[in-house]
C-alpha cells in the first residue's frame, strides 16, 4: 500500500522555466512533509519541508505548496537550473514520528 | 568532513556469505535509521535507533541485525545473503524529533550485489 505517490517519474522543463514536481499521499496521520534530492551514487539530500499548519513555505528558489484537503503537496523550482537535474523525493510523517514515508521520485531534466 | 559516512560504497559478495555495513556520523544526532532503495526505487526504513535503542523495526528478516555501539555509530550486519538482498542501503540520522521535526541527513549509500 504506497502511502504517499509520486505520479509522474519524469519530467523536462527549459532551464530558466519554472519547475512543478508533484506529491499525493493518502495518510491522514500526515503531518510534516519533506522534499528531497538525489544526485547519482550520492544519498538524498534534504531540500525543504513544511508542516500541516502551513500551506506554503519558502526558500530561494524552491517552494513547498501543501494541500491538506487534497492531500497533495507540490515543489516549485524558479528559476530552473541546469544543476537542479537530479531525482526529486517527496517524503511524509506524522508529527513527532521518525518514520518517514517516501515516494518513488522524480527525475527532473533542465534543459539547456 | 562528510556528515554520514557508510562504508563500504560497493559490497559485491556470494549468495550465503555474511557481510556488514558501517555507518558513522559526526552530527551530534541522537537518532540512526537504515533505508533500503530497492530496484523499483522505494527507499522504505528498515530499522531506527535512538540513542542506541532500537525504536522501529520494519518487517525485516531477522537476518538482518543492526548494531549501535555508540549513538554516533549503527551498523548493519546481513547473515546468510540471498539474491533479494541486492538493492542500495542508506544510513541516516536526525535530531530526535520533538516540538520541531527535524529532517533525516543520509549518507551515500552502499550498493550490495549478490551474486
Known amino acids: 500500500d504506497q502511502q504517499v505517490k509520486q505520479n509522474s517519474p519524469s519530467l523536462s522543463v527549459q532551464e530558466g522555466r519554472i519547475s512543478i514536481l508533484n506529491c499525493d499521499y493518502t495518510?491522514?496521520?500526515?503531518?510534516?512533509f519533506l522534499w528531497y534530492k538525489k544526485y547519482p551514487a550520492e544519498g538524498p539530500t534534504f531540500l525543504i519541508s513544511?508542516?500541516?499548519?502551513?500551506d506554503k513555505n519558502e526558500d530561494g528558489r524552491f517552494t513547498v505548496f501543501l494541500n491538506k484537503s487534497a492531500k497533495h503537496l507540490s515543489l516549485h523550482i524558479v528559476p530552473s537550473q541546469p544543476g537542479d537535474s537530479a531525482v526529486y523525493f517527496c517524503a511524509a510523517a506524522p508529527w513527532g514520528a521518525q518514520k518517514l514515508v517516501f515516494g518513488q521520485g522524480t527525475r527532473l531534466t533542465i534543459n539547456p | 568532513d562528510t556528515a554520514v559516512s557508510q562504508t563500504p560504497k560497493y559490497l559485491v559478495t556470494q549468495m550465503g556469505n555474511d557481510k556488514s555495513i558501517k555507518c558513522e556520523q559526526n552530527l551530534g544526532h541522537d537518532t540512526m535509521y537504515w533505508y533500503k532503495q530497492d530496484s523499483k526505487k522505494f527507499l522504505k526504513i528498515m530499522f531506527s535507533y535512538n540513542n542506541k535503542e532500537l525504536i522501529i523495526n520494519e518487517t525485516v528478516p531477522n537476518r538482518f541485525s543492526p548494531k549501535s555501539p555508540d549513538k554516533a555509530h549503527l551498523n548493519l550486519h546481513i547473515n546468510s545473503l540471498e539474491l533479494g538482498d541486492s538493492a542500495v542501503y542508506f544510513c541516516a540520522s536526525s535530531q530526535v524529533p520533538g516540538h520541531n521535526n527535524q529532517p533525516q541527513h543520509f549518507g551515500d549509500g552502499t550498493r550490495l550485489s549478490i551474486l
Open positions: 495518510n491522514s496521520m500526515f503531518d510534516y
Open positions: 513544511i508542516s500541516s499548519i502551513k
